[in-house]
Nanobody, 123 residues
């Protein structure tokens, strides 16, 4: 089992950058696929990025490709989301998620979730 805690959210102007962090507990962290999702006000939770347990492969939503970078440190039990060139449409609560299976874009495939961190991008 793994517990997740996100941090690093905040208010930033369009074009700015933020780095989100997700601290994971649990001795088997390195065996989980990890992902970031986000939820805008009044909308469903959507996939942002994912990374395999070995960091060998990463996946991104088309809307963030080229601007966001997901990474992980299996020694520190951390997952990161570097967000550059932020846009107002990136506003939302960002969630860290863990899966015992392969990376996926559906929330149904992730059994562990953090509480989320708010990101607000002003125009």
């Amino acid at each position: 089992q793994v517990q997740l805690l996100e941090s690093g959210g905040g208010l930033v102007q369009a074009g700015g950058l933020l780095r989100l962090s997700c601290a994971a507990s649990g001795r088997t962290f390195s065996s989980y696929a990890m992902a970031w999702f986000r939820q805008a006000p009044g909308k469903g939770r959507e996939f942002v990025a994912a990374i395999t347990w070995s960091s060998g492969r990463t996946y991104y939503a088309d809307s963030v490709k080229g601007r966001f970078t997901i990474s992980r440190d299996n020694v520190k039990n951390m997952v990161y989301l570097q967000m550059n060139s932020l846009k107002p449409e990136d506003t939302g609560v960002y969630y860290c998620a863990a899966s015992t299976g392969w990376v996926a874009v559906s929330t149904r495939d992730y059994g562990y979730w953090g509480q989320g961190t708010q990101v607000t991008v002003s125009s």
